[in-house]
């Protein structure tokens, strides 16, 4: 289904804050509250909404290390790049990237503490026969977090 202004507009607005109300939504897009209603279960249905989150303040659960990591693989076959992005799917990876250039994957971490990230290398990545190498960068501060696409 092609977009319009409109639905552009709702998706602009939902991912700041999705929990604003059908009628104040309504109001902001010049639509109607069924109207609009309709139209986010279209973007629902259609896959452009893919889920409805919310946003943790990190620091505030104990995770107040962000760490971003390059890793190198030995072998790039199918079932051992599954296996691999399996691995790397554990509650500490916040995104993982495939990616091209030196590093085959790029993954940012958030963890509690400097020992709790040593844990993790031994389990992620020395231990993992196909992992070639790695490389971490320590977040001195987080300047910009979104999941805003628009």
Do not use: W
Request: proline share 4%; net charge negative; charged share 25%.
């Amino acid at each position: 289904m092609p977009l319009d202004k409109y639905d552009y507009a709702l998706l602009e607005r939902l991912q700041k804050n999705c929990q604003v109300p059908l009628r104040e939504l309504a109001e902001q897009v010049h639509l109607s509250t069924a109207s609009v209603q309709r139209r986010i279960q279209k973007l629902k249905d259609d896959g452009y909404i893919e889920a409805h989150v919310a946003v943790l303040a990190p620091n505030k659960l104990d995770k107040v290390i962000t760490i971003l990591v390059e890793v190198q693989v030995d072998k790039t076959q199918a079932e051992d790049m599954k296996l691999l992005k399996e691995s790397f799917s554990g509650p500490e990876v916040q995104q993982c990237y495939y990616v091209t250039g030196e590093a085959d994957f790029m993954l940012v971490l958030l963890v509690p503490d400097m020992e709790r990230f040593q844990i993790l290398c031994d389990e992620l990545f020395h231990h993992n026969p196909n992992v070639k190498s790695f490389r971490t960068m320590v977040s001195l501060e987080r300047v910009k977090v979104s999941l805003d696409v628009l």
